[in-house]
C-alpha cells in the first residue's frame, strides 16, 4: 500500500520513537537495521537497502512517497505502546 508523507512528519515520527526503536522494528520485520533507518531518511546504503521511499522536493522537506506501509505501521505501534 503506498501512502504520502512530508519528510518532517517521517522524521517527527523518527525522533519519537523510544531508544531502541529502529533494532525492534527490523526485529520484527526481518530487516537490517540500516534498512529501517533509511525508511526513515538515513541513507547508509553501504550497510543497509532502499527502504522503498522516493522523495520529491518541497515544503516541510518534500513529500515521501513510501511503496509500503509496513516500517510506518511498526513504528506507530511501538508509539502506541510507549
Do not use: W
Not at 15 to 44: Q, W
Not at 54 to 60: D, K, L, R, T
Amino acid at each position: 500500500m503506498n501512502k504520502r508523507i512530508t519528510f518532517n512528519e517521517l522524521r517527527k515520527i523518527k525522533d519519537s520513537l523510544p531508544d531502541g526503536s529502529m533494532s525492534i522494528i527490523a526485529d520484527k520485520l526481518g530487516l537490517d537495521e540500516e534498512t529501517v533507518r533509511n525508511y526513515f531518511g538515513g541513507t547508509h546504503y553501504d550497510y543497509g537497502s532502499s527502504a522503498g521511499i522516493h522523495i520529491e522536493q518541497g515544503p516541510n522537506g518534500g513529500i515521501v512517497e513510501l511503496d509500503d506501509t509496513e516500517i510506518l505501521e511498526c513504528a506507530m505501534s511501538l508509539l502506541e505502546e510507549s
